[in-house]
């Protein structure tokens, strides 16, 4: 099963800024005595007809645990996914269904992930395609300029 990465006050108090390239920036946090560590970005344009307010700030993640996990690929959308519809990961034109829970997305296996970071890394964009709650699409476009050498960060850190 997927272990999911969840932020908390605390641990958004205790994140470590290790680096930024380009689009992605790269951090770390010691929770419980397990240090992992996580790059991020945030979309350059989104598509959809829904009301702005109403949305938090969506963010796409790759997030290593020391001893653990490595290259897990996670989604935070922003708002609650509707149940029963697809969250579609897209690589420039390569598609994968992620499985979404409440606001955040996951693929179903490590191996997906291990195919998602390679797609990314030789990838020049991403798009992550949702339904609200409310039935709206929403589309997120990012950038994965900076990608690779941001993986770098966390792998050296995290590894």
């Not at 680096?19 to 979309?43: H, M, Q, R």
């Amino acid at each position: 099963m997927v272990v999911s990465f969840f932020f908390t006050v605390q641990a958004l108090s205790e994140t470590k800024f290790l680096g930024e390239e380009k689009y992605w920036k790269a951090y770390s946090t010691n929770l419980d005595k397990t240090k992992t560590c996580f790059i991020t970005s945030v979309p350059l344009k989104t598509e959809g007809k829904f009301n702005k307010k109403n949305r938090g700030k969506p963010y796409v993640f790759v997030t290593n645990i020391k001893n653990g996990t490595n290259h897990e690929v996670s989604v935070k959308a922003g708002f609650n996914f509707k149940k029963n519809k697809d969250v579609i990961f897209n690589v420039d034109g390569n598609k994968t269904k992620l499985f979404p829970v409440d606001d955040r997305a996951w693929s179903e296996s490590s191996k997906i992930d291990r195919l998602l970071v390679q797609s990314m890394r030789r990838g020049k964009k991403l798009t992550i395609t949702g339904t609200s709650t409310p039935g709206n699409q929403i589309i997120d476009t990012y950038s994965l300029s900076g990608f690779t050498k941001a993986l770098r960060i966390i792998d050296k850190s995290c590894s």
